[in-house]
């Protein structure tokens, strides 16, 4: 990685991440959407690399239009949690091909964070609540290190800055969790709507 431009070593750094947050939803989502999602990231992998150009917007509009069409063929809707869980995941493999600006990868950051915190909807397991720890470390380390533009920052700096950032976040965290109220439709999720 440290031979690469800065743009492309950031661009591969947040697509591991992002590949990492997609991993546990395999089990969950249809075989198309890892397959898809995959295609998009090593596509997006591909381009950074080479330092080529970004797909233009009737290609994406198409890769959409497939993603939302396998989607309601799959789910027969669009709403809900597998199909909305779908969605997502293609939306943000998606969105990885369109990092032209700065407004561009906060999309990213953001759909990437939705996406971390629906893999909590299948599965609320030690492995899964460390795999997602994970995952918010790199997301962090990718938002911390958009906000330096100049220079060549290393990403170990960026690491370190997210894990302190993460830290001195932990205590407001336990503090919501122990005293936020605890109502049953935050609690949980109802299973999808049947036709």
């Known amino acids: 990685l440290t031979a690469l431009p800065r743009d492309a070593r950031d661009t591969l750094f947040l ?9 546990p939803q ?3 989502t249809p075989w198309w959407t890892s397959a898809f999602a995959a295609a998009l990231l090593l596509w997006r992998a591909r381009l950074a690399l080479t330092s080529a150009p970004l797909p233009g917007r009737w290609v994406l509009a198409g890769a959409l239009a497939i993603a939302i ?24 493999a998606l969105k990885t091909l369109e990092l032209r600006a700065r407004r561009d990868a906060m999309v990213v950051f953001f759909l990437g964070f939705f996406t971390l915190l629906s893999n ?9 609540a460390a795999a997602m720890l994970l995952a918010l470390l790199g997301l962090l380390a990718a938002l911390v ?3 330096m533009p100049v220079g060549r920052p290393p990403l170990a700096q ?3 800055m997210a894990g302190r950032m993460a830290l001195l976040g932990a205590p407001i965290m336990a503090a919501l969790f122990v005293l936020f109220p605890r109502i049953a439709p935050l609690r949980g999720l109802p299973t ?3 036709n």
């Open 145 to 147: 290190n958009a906000h």
């Open 192 to 194: 999808d709507m049947q």
């Open 120 to 128: 909590f909807f299948f599965s609320q397991a030690l492995p899964v």
């Open 26 to 28: 395999i089990q969950h």
């Open 158 to 160: 960026s690491l370190r």
């Open 69 to 92: 069409g396998a989607t309601w063929a799959t789910h027969k809707t669009i709403v809900g949690r597998d199909a909305g869980v779908t969605l997502v995941v293609m939306l943000l």
């Open 15 to 23: 697509l591991a991440v992002i590949a990492w947050i997609m991993l």
